[in-house]
């Protein structure tokens, strides 16, 4: 089992719906990453979260550290938000990554 | 604002070659750490220094290594070249546990 589970892994959405992408992990961890990677590959830190909620713009994080779980949610989505969105953990220094929810958002 | 710079941004190389990548952090940044991404897969943690001294060590192949220099700015060495070794090499910088990402050198062994 990886320590850091995404789901959807695939997600089409129409413009304007409303998107949550869930991680979970299994391991103890200092931080949640969510990053935001686009097609030839670079890779954007969308927040760090150690706990509780950060709005930035359209997107919130969550975070609930005794379920071990966080959602990524992306309000009035538009084409533009259509990336790999990825969930990392840190322990210590190094991150964990997980597989990444691929989205998709249809004008 | 300046950003994590890599070098070069693409690179083609042929079994059994070097190569070398570079990364220079956003200054006063004195982490830096390597990300290996292979086509289709998640980005795998490879090494990462603080201070010009490894603090962490992950699936860094022993054909690779990698060093920190008085400017900050970090070197990945990869010798006898595998074309598993086919990926997108991130480096990242942070002083805190954000972590800033470079774009990326995209390395093709054929």
């Not at chain 2, 289709?40 to 010009?52: M, N, R, T, V």
Request: hydrophobic share 30%; charged share 15%; glycine share 8%.
């Amino acid at each position: 089992k990886n320590e850091v589970e995404q789901s959807p892994q695939n997600l089409t959405a129409q413009e304007g719906e409303f998107i949550t992408i869930n991680c979970s992990y299994s391991v103890g961890i200092s931080a949640l990453h969510w990053l935001q990677q686009h097609p030839g590959g670079g890779i954007v830190s969308l927040f760090m979260l150690s706990s509780g909620k950060k709005k930035h713009g359209r997107l919130i994080a969550t975070i609930n550290i005794q379920e071990k779980h966080s959602s990524l949610h992306i309000t009035a989505s538009h084409p533009r938000d259509s990336a790999v969105y990825i969930c990392a953990v840190s322990k210590g220094r190094q991150l964990t990554f997980g597989s990444g929810t691929q989205l998709t958002v249809l004008p | 604002a300046a950003g994590v710079i890599q070098s070069p941004r693409h690179l083609i190389k042929e079994k059994r070659e070097t190569a070398t990548l570079k990364c220079y952090p956003i200054p006063r940044h004195d982490t830096v750490y390597w990300y290996q991404q292979g086509p289709g897969q998640d980005p795998q943690f490879l090494i990462s220094f603080y201070e010009k001294m490894q603090s962490d060590k992950g699936s860094i192949p022993d054909r690779f290594s990698a060093q920190q220099f008085s400017d900050y700015h970090s070197e990945l060495n990869m010798s006898s070249l595998e074309l598993g070794d086919s990926a997108l090499y991130f480096c990242a910088s942070s002083t805190d546990q954000t972590q800033y990402f470079g774009p990326g050198t995209r390395l093709l062994v054929l």
